[in-house]
């Protein structure tokens, strides 16, 4: 069965710190990947995705940037924190080819001081 | 722009009461919409609706999509404390990657 996992499971950043989230999934292949991030008081919005390794989507333009540099891995990434960039992170994937449910990591909670 | 509105933001009710939650959409090149559970982290899937009028069940949990009023209502009946958690609401696009547009979710509390 697929499992997903993403750490840390908290972090708290001082603001201009850089950041790293990895996510990753074991028990299938060639799949679609996603980073959301959940404000208070907000929805799910969904960041970045990837159809294939190297392959990014961005939807919302802003100081984080994402990359697959394995079939499996998903890493959020920033050079320099904002308060603003304090939320809840999930990371998702979806079987290529399959329909079009999307399962989700466990999230890490980022908290920028 | 891509709309998912879900109502009441928030709900508290007594363990055994029937609730339903309610979701509206405004999607060009609508496909699906999905339910969630999200209780302390993950959003854990609960119903996938492509079709009008055809009721998806899961014990007490039931939903239902109408495609020509754009909207989808998720039913708990008899609930318990367990049922506390936030419901999400999510729609898929035909174009693009299957990318989920969410509404901010209804917050359930159901207090023994």
């Known amino acids: 069965s697929q499992t997903i996992h993403q750490w840390p499971a908290t972090l708290v950043q001082p603001v201009g710190s850089p950041l790293s989230l990895e996510c990753t999934v074991e028990g299938t292949s060639n799949p679609n990947l996603y980073w959301y991030r959940q404000a208070a008081g907000r929805g799910l919005q969904l960041l970045f995705y990837s159809v294939g390794i190297g392959q990014i989507s961005s939807e919302v333009p802003q100081n984080l940037s994402a990359s697959r540099p394995q079939d499996r891995q998903f890493i959020l990434s920033s050079k320099k924190l904002l308060l603003s960039d304090s939320g809840f992170y999930l990371c998702?994937?979806?079987?290529?080819?399959?329909?079009?449910?999307?399962?989700f990591g466990p999230g890490t909670r980022l908290l920028v001081l | 722009e891509d709309k998912v509105v879900q109502s009441p933001l928030s709900l508290v009710v007594h363990e055994g009461d029937t609730v339903t939650l309610n979701c509206s959409y405004e999607v060009t090149n609508f496909r699906s919409l999905l339910w969630y559970k999200q209780e302390k982290k993950a959003p854990t899937f609960l119903f996938m609706l492509t079709s009008s009028g055809i009721e998806k069940k899961s014990g007490r949990l039931s939903s239902i999509l109408d495609k020509k009023e754009l909207f989808s209502i998720l039913n708990i009946t008899a609930t318990q404390t367990g049922d506390s958690a936030i419901y999400l609401c999510?729609?898929?696009?035909?174009?693009?990657?299957?990318?989920?547009?969410f509404g901010k979710g209804t917050k359930l509390s159901v207090i023994p």
């Open positions: 998702a994937w979806r079987q290529q080819g399959a329909q079009e449910t999307q399962y």
């Open positions: 999510a729609v898929v696009k035909r174009a693009g990657s299957y990318q989920l547009t």
